[in-house]
């Protein structure tokens, strides 16, 4: 869900404009070669923000495009492609409806600190976002009051790239920045992840449910360890997540997850709420020929 700068100002020009705009209009007003503008326009039409008719550039009749010109038309004074461009729209989609400290949006957008630090610093100066103290540290939210335009705009443009990838029979288990967890009964024309691409790396579940990413493209064994984090269910499913890391700890001992904390609790011996116990691990350890478990605290 991310726009550059460029595409901000691209969009501003077709959406202020009375008339279709010719491509070549785009690079007059924009100062960029014509390959670029091609470009912009693809990446537009792929977010559902713009339409090409006839030769010439027209803002899309599409929820998110609407969304758009009604941010535009309520804040043409704003500099809406730095409000929007880079990760920022990940930030915003976080930010709302939950407030988050630093820390918290940092590890849970994956925007390295450094930079969620300095778009919050500049939504502060344009108030789109407010901050108050909880204990030592701030905690950033979401100024619904000065900008729902711009909440509408985010969620909007959130939704309809989630529907436009996850398949009408399938069940969405999360979105992220740029691809879509999600699980079928059905064959899916996707990329296998989670727990079904866990026969790969040793752990053969055989479940009822398939789970599936897209975009298609090749997986790592951190990103499915991470997808089958974000899909577990109950006990049975955090086994497995448990098992899985114990089969390939080397590969995966970089994960960060809100779940590791207590994965390595419980391979310490300890009792967590909702997760299997040591004894339960041991026993399902051995028919995947697992012989290392417990971990160091």
């Not at 909440?151 to 990838?165: G, N």
């Not at 499913?237 to 590969?251: D, Q, S, T």
Request: hydrophobic fraction near 40%.
């Amino acid at each position: 869900m991310r726009l550059s700068e460029n595409e901000v100002r691209a969009l501003i020009v077709i959406t202020r404009s009375e008339d279709p705009v010719h491509p070549s209009d785009l690079q007059k007003e924009l100062g960029l070669l014509k390959g670029s503008i091609s470009r912009i326009i693809t990446h537009l039409q792929d977010k559902g923000l713009a339409e090409r008719a006839e030769g010439e550039i027209i803002l899309a009749g599409t929820p998110p495009a609407e969304a758009f010109k009604r941010l535009y038309y309520s804040h043409r004074a704003s500099p809406l492609p730095e409000i929007l461009s880079g990760r920022r729209m990940v930030l915003l989609s976080r930010l709302d409806p939950l407030p988050g400290s630093l820390e918290d949006l940092a590890e849970e957008t994956g925007i390295p600190r450094d930079t969620v630090y300095y778009y919050l610093q500049g939504f502060l100066q344009l108030g789109v976002v407010s901050r108050s103290r909880q204990g030592k540290a701030y905690r950033y939210s979401f100024n619904n009051i000065v900008w729902p335009e711009l909440k509408d705009f985010v969620a909007s443009l959130r939704e309809y790239q989630v529907l436009r990838l996850v398949p009408r029979e399938a069940l969405l288990i999360k979105s992220y920045e740029d691809s879509v967890l999600f699980k079928s009964l059905k064959l899916q024309d996707a990329t296998l992840t989670s727990f079904s691409a866990y026969g790969d790396f040793g752990i053969d579940l055989r479940l009822r449910d398939n789970y599936y990413t897209l975009p298609k493209r090749e997986l790592g064994i951190q990103e499915i360890f991470v997808h089958s984090l974000d899909s577990a269910e109950g006990l049975a499913h955090r086994l497995y997540c448990i098992l899985f890391y114990l089969k390939n700890k080397e590969a995966l001992k970089d994960v960060q997850h809100s779940m590791m904390e207590s994965i390595k609790a419980v391979l310490q011996g300890e009792r967590i709420r909702g997760y299997p116990s040591l004894e339960e691990v041991e026993e399902q350890a051995e028919l995947y020929e697992i012989r290392e478990i417990h971990i160091q605290p």
